[in-house]
C-alpha cells in the first residue's frame, strides 16, 4: 500500500467502528475484512470471543458501536498506526462527549494478499 491507500485504509477502520449508519458500517466491513476474516478479544473479566467471517465480525462491532458510540455517546480516535510487511497497528482511544478519556487501545492486524484483514486482535488499555 502507498502512504495515502495506508491512510485511508487506516481512517476507514476507525470509522468502521465509530460509524451509527449501519449500512455504512456493513459496507466498510465488507470492503475492509475478508471473508474468512477472524477477529480475537481476550480481556481481563470477559469472556474470550473469536468471530469468523464478516457477518460475525459484523454483528460484533454493531453491538460494540451500539454500547459504547450510541449508548455512551463515546467518540473514537485515532492514535497513531504502524506498518510492518503484511501486519498493522492501529492505536486508538475512547473519549466522552466533553473530552474525557473513557477507552484506550489497539487493533493487531493481518492483512491478506489483496489487503483485507484476515485477522483482527483487540487489546485494552
Known amino acids: 500500500m502507498t502512504a495515502t491507500e495506508l491512510e485511508k485504509f487506516v481512517n ?37 470471543v473469536n468471530h469468523k467471517g464478516t457477518d460475525a465480525i459484523f454483528g460484533n462491532i454493531s453491538h460494540v458501536n451500539d454500547r459504547l458510540v450510541v449508548g455512551n455517546k463515546l467518540v473514537t480516535e485515532l492514535t497513531a498506526y504502524s506498518v510492518n510487511h503484511n501486519s498493522l497497528k492501529v492505536s486508538w482511544q475512547m473519549k466522552t462527549p ?19 484483514i484476515n485477522k483482527d486482535y483487540i ?3
Open 12 to 48: 476507514d477502520y476507525i470509522e468502521t467502528w465509530s460509524t451509527t449508519d449501519s449500512k455504512q458500517r456493513q459496507k466498510l466491513v465488507e470492503n475492509m475484512y475478508s471473508k474468512t476474516a477472524e477477529f480475537y478479544a481476550e480481556e481481563p473479566g470477559d469472556q474470550a
Open 98 to 116: 466533553n473530552g474525557d478519556l473513557a477507552l484506550q487501545g489497539m487493533n493487531f492486524l493481518q492483512l491478506d494478499t489483496s489487503n483485507k
Open 123 to 125: 487489546f485494552i488499555g
